[in-house]
């Protein structure tokens, strides 16, 4: 089983739908990250989270670290956020962290 | 500000030689970590180096070295390379090691392994 996991792996929807990307992991975290890639392979950090919810724009992340749950959602959502979305998590060793691990990634057709 | 900088963007070599690509990092940061992207396992983690020294190195077998200059730049190395070494290597910079920085990711370099 990986310790990150994300859903749905494919997701196409309607311009203007509210999107919801789901990501559970199971080992403890000090930190979890949204991470954007579009085609080309260009990776773009969205949201760094240990705690709580953030805003950004039409993007909103939140998580829950009792439940080991993030959630990314997307409002209004637009043809230009058609990428794959991926979760990421870093456990915390000894007195620092861990390098990134990583979901399978969403990958998220939104259609005029 | 100059985002992160990978060279070479693209590169095909043939089973046994090796390779080393370069990572420069934002101006400033002196974290620098390695990841590999192929589609069958997604993204990996392969090394994190932070003020010239590993901090951490993912599960990766021995042909895969890295290192970081005092200017912060990093370079990884693979010898010995394989078919399946083809994949797209990512670096990401952040400010220092710790969980809670950001990491800003360069455009990659595609390696190709014939």
């Known amino acids: 089983k990986n310790e990150v996991e994300q859903s749905p792996q494919n997701l196409t929807a309607q311009e203007g739908e509210f999107i919801t990307i789901n990501c559970s992991y199971s080992?403890?975290?000090?930190?979890l990250h949204w991470l954007q890639q579009h085609p080309g392979g260009g990776i773009v950090s969205l949201f760094m989270?240990?705690?709580g919810k953030k805003k950004h724009g039409r993007l909103i992340a939140t998580i829950n670290i009792q439940e080991k749950h993030s959630s990314l959602h997307i409002t209004a959502s637009h043809p230009r956020d058609s990428a794959v979305y991926i979760c990421a998590v870093r456990r915390p060793i000894g007195g620092g962290a861990d390098g990134l691990t990583f979901g399978k990634g969403t990958h998220l057709i939104i259609q005029p | 500000k100059a985002g992160v900088t990978q060279t070479p963007r693209y590169l095909i070599k043939t089973r046994g030689q090796q390779v080393t690509l370069s990572c420069s990092p934002i101006s400033g940061h002196r974290s620098v970590s390695w990841y590999q992207q192929t589609p069958g396992q997604g993204l990996q983690f392969l090394f994190e180096y932070f003020s010239e020294t590993q901090r951490n190195k993912g599960n990766f077998p021995g042909r895969f070295s890295g290192r970081q200059f005092s200017n912060s730049r990093s370079e990884m190395n693979v010898s010995t390379l394989e078919l399946g070494d083809s994949a797209l290597y990512l670096c990401a910079s952040s400010f220092s090691a710790s969980s809670y920085n950001e990491q800003f990711f360069g455009p990659g370099t595609r390696l190709t392994v014939l």
């Open positions: 080992v403890g975290i000090s930190a």
């Open positions: 989270l240990s705690s």
